[in-house]
Structures are given as structure tokens and as C-alpha cells.
């Protein structure tokens, strides 16, 4: 069978700068029958590795460090032996995160991942953290946008180690420009299209959102 992505929401807790938030995340599986990888081990490793199955998990690939994104990654890669992926400029988060434990491998912009036949494209969109990347698959017409690009505006930038004029600039020079019918598959909500957000560009800027 033809790659695929699957979806799973769990649910938990993101913690930055002394505040703690209430959050569902979007964990994405893209691959076939026999092969896949998951892009951000939210939560939930149990429910992540039944969504697996008895399929070989080949990466845990995250957008970003935010504890949120990552915090059952290495959980997950140590029952598969996956490896974990993460922007090296990432790695200050992550270490809040597991200071024990190293992420396996770095990502860098323009890396592919291959799996089940397709590629994916690392771009790196720094902004909402400075390793946030999204993750292009042309052959499936989807963007994994993590939190750098939503329904409705770019991700938060108001906490350490954001900054919304770069995150800005990603979106405008990365993701804009990429086919208007292409998915957004966001790290939290709903999807959108590149096509649906371009238009709205110029007044995130005004408003500073």
C-alpha cells in the first residue's frame, strides 16, 4: 500500500518560563504498511506505539524541543530503536526536557528522510524556537508545520527563545511560496493550506500576532 499519514491527539501538559499549560498535540505517522516514521512523540508513548503497530518505525522526528512536542520521544525510540531527530539549535530546550538523554541524530535544512518511497524535506523555520523545522512530503502534497505555522497565524512567539520577526520570515521565505493546495498539518488544531494562510500575511505582521 501507497504511503499514507495517520493521526493520533494526545493529551498532557507544556511547560515553559515557570508556567504550566493544559494541551492536546498532534502526533502525524507518515508511511505504509511495513514502514513509518512519527513527527512529534507527544505525551503518549503507549498510544503512539499502537498506532505503530508491528510496522518498523524508522524515526521520531521532532518540529521543535518544546517539552510538549518531545517529552515520550525517548521513550518511543528506546521500545523501537528509532533513532530521535533534532535541529541542533534545539538542543538548549530539549535538555530541559531529558538532561540525561541526547537526541540521536541532528537535522539539518534540507535534509530528506525517506520512508515508504517518499521524501521528506526538512526546512528549517526558526522562529517559535530557533530548531523549529517543518517537514516537506511533495508526493503526499503535506506540509507538517509543527508550531510554526497554523490555522489562522504563525505559532507563539512570547516566550523564551521566540522571536516573531523571524518567525515571520520563515513562514514568508519557507512556506508561502510552496503550492497553495499543499496540507498544513499543524502540531496543534486543526489543518489548513498554504493558500488559505498566504493572503493573511501582512496583517499577522500589523498586528503582531
Known amino acids: 500500500m501507497a504511503a499514507r499519514i495517520e493521526h493520533l491527539v494526545t493529551s498532557g501538559q507544556f511547560s515553559l518560563d515557570g508556567g504550566t499549560w493544559d494541551v492536546d498535540n498532534n502526533v ?5 504498511d511495513h514502514e513509518v516514521v512519527v513527527i ?11 498506532a505503530v503497530g508491528d510496522r518498523r518505525l524508522t524515526a521520531v522526528i521532532c518540529t521543535h524541543a518544546h517539552n510538549d512536542h518531545i517529552d515520550a520521544a525517548p521513550d518511543l525510540a528506546d521500545r523501537t530503536s528509532a533513532p530521535v531527530l533534532l535541529h541542533a539549535d534545539d538542543l538548549p530546550l530539549w535538555k530541559q526536557t531529558h538532561p540525561d538523554r541526547a537526541p540521536d541524530g541532528e537535522l539539518g535544512d534540507g535534509q530528506v528522510v525517506a520512508v515508504a ?26 506540509l ?27 513562514i514568508r521565505d519557507r512556506l508561502l511560496g510552496l503550492p497553495g493546495d499543499t496540507v498544513v498539518y499543524t502540531g496543534h488544531g486543526d489543518t489548513t493550506t498554504v493558500g488559505a494562510e498566504a493572503p493573511h500575511l501582512q496583517e499577522w505582521i500589523a498586528r503582531g500576532f
Do not use: M
Not at 502525524?28 to 505504509?32: E, P
Open 28 to 32: 502525524w505517522i507518515v508511511g505504509d
Open 144 to 170: 507538517f508545520s509543527g508550531d510554526t505555522l497554523f490555522a489562522g497565524g504563525p505559532g507563539a512567539t512570547g516566550r523564551s527563545y521566540s522571536h516573531f520577526p523571524t518567525i515571520v520570515d520563515s
Open 40 to 50: 512529534d512523540a507527544a505525551h503518549d508513548a503507549d498510544a503512539i506505539a499502537k
Open 117 to 142: 518511497g517518499v521524501e521528506v524535506t526538512v526546512l528549517h523555520t526558526p522562529g517559535h524556537a530557533p530548531g523549529a523545522v517543518c517537514l516537506y512530503v511533495p508526493a503526499l502534497n503535506a
